[in-house]
């Protein structure tokens, strides 16, 4: 009888429903590729990925190969903004002396034409503080945004500094409706 007893309890175990706590519901996550100079090795490709992995809301960091001159950054927004991953970027151990610069690229069809280029200019005046543009290619619509230095505070918990979501929105205000910006990637 005592086996039986012991049997129907374990099945009532595992029968009645565990109540599953409820996760908090996970921002969306977005990715960027960061362009990054002076990556000279493996150990520089570390370097940098360990730098920008020390962050705050980070998900992922996937670089090309070897001493490929990009990572891919899987983030949260609200936690960290793309300046703060541009200046880990900077921040890492610089293995060849010199410091590691990182970019992104947007390509804006149509930027050359009517009135767009002055507006992509007059949206990035906003950031002259934080960041500069440069038009790679005018007829193709090519800009390389280079980050300037960033004081942050580590005691704060959120982005801080410029954020690629306030280009995109910033820029579909000011370019003619339809127009398309995007963010260059790769891998």
Wanted: with cysteine.
């Amino acid at each position: 009888m005592k086996i039986h007893f012991v049997a129907f309890l374990g099945l009532g175990f595992a029968a009645s429903p565990c109540p599953a706590a409820d996760p908090a519901p996970k921002a969306p996550l977005e990715t960027l590729t960061f362009y990054v100079a002076g990556v000279e090795c493996p150990a520089c490709v570390f370097a940098v990925n360990d730098s920008v992995r020390r962050l705050s809301g980070i998900d992922e960091v996937i670089d090309g190969q070897n001493n490929a001159n990009y990572i891919n950054v899987t983030f949260d927004p609200a936690k960290v903004s793309a300046h703060q991953i541009a200046q880990a970027v900077t921040d890492a151990f610089p293995l060849h002396g010199a410091p590691y610069v990182p970019t992104l690229r947007l390509v804006v069809p149509g930027y050359s034409e009517g009135e767009n280029a002055a507006k992509i200019a007059g949206v990035f005046a906003k950031w002259k503080d934080w960041v500069e543009f440069e038009v790679a290619k005018p007829t193709k619509g090519e800009i390389v945004v280079k980050f300037k230095p960033l004081e942050s505070d580590p005691a704060k918990a959120a982005a801080a500094g410029w954020s690629h979501a306030a280009m995109r929105e910033a820029l579909a205000k000011a370019l003619p409706a339809g127009a398309k910006m995007e963010l260059a990637k790769e891998g």
